[in-house]
C-alpha cells in the first residue's frame, strides 16, 4: 500500500491508496460550521484531482482523532455530502466508540457504510468483492 497525502487542514487530512483506489479521509478535533465549510470546498477540489483509478467509489475514514460533532455540525455535513455523492459505494470508519459509528452511518452518503475499529480490517472489507461479505 502505498498511502499519498492529498491536502491537509485543521480537523481533516486527505490522502489516497493508489494501489487499491481507496480515498483516506482522516478526522481530527471538534469541527465548527468553519471546517465544514473548508471540508466541503476541499473535497469537491481533490475529489476532481484524484490520481488515476482512484474515485470516491471506496472511501476510508478514520474518526480516531476526532470529536462527536454537535447537532448542527452533523446535519450541515449530512445535507453536503449527500450532494454528488451517487459514485460513494462503500465507506469504512474507523472509530473508537458505539457513539461514533452511530453519527458515522447518519451522515454518510455511502450506499453501504461500516464502522471498525481496526484500520487493517476497514481496508480489508473496502477492497473485497461485494459478495465477499
Known amino acids: 500500500m502505498k498511502e499519498r497525502m492529498m491536502f491537509e487542514e485543521p480537523g481533516f487530512v486527505f490522502g489516497y491508496d493508489a494501489d487499491d483506489g481507496i480515498f483516506t479521509i482522516t478526522l481530527a478535533g471538534l469541527w465548527t460550521m468553519e471546517t465544514v465549510d473548508r471540508y466541503v470546498a476541499a473535497t469537491q477540489a481533490l475529489r476532481a484531482a484524484a490520481p488515476p483509478g482512484v474515485t470516491a467509489e471506496r472511501t476510508l475514514v478514520d474518526l480516531r482523532q476526532a470529536q462527536l460533532h454537535v447537532r448542527e455540525v452533523a446535519e450541515a455535513l449530512s445535507v453536503s455530502m449527500r450532494r454528488g455523492a451517487d459514485d460513494i459505494r462503500r ?21 453501504e457504510t461500516r464502522s471498525f475499529t481496526d484500520i487493517a480490517a476497514a481496508r480489508a472489507w473496502l477492497i473485497a468483492p461485494d459478495d465477499a461479505d
Open 91 to 111: 465507506t469504512a470508519v474507523v472509530v473508537r466508540s458505539a457513539l461514533d459509528a452511530l453519527q458515522a452511518r447518519r451522515i454518510s452518503p455511502a450506499r
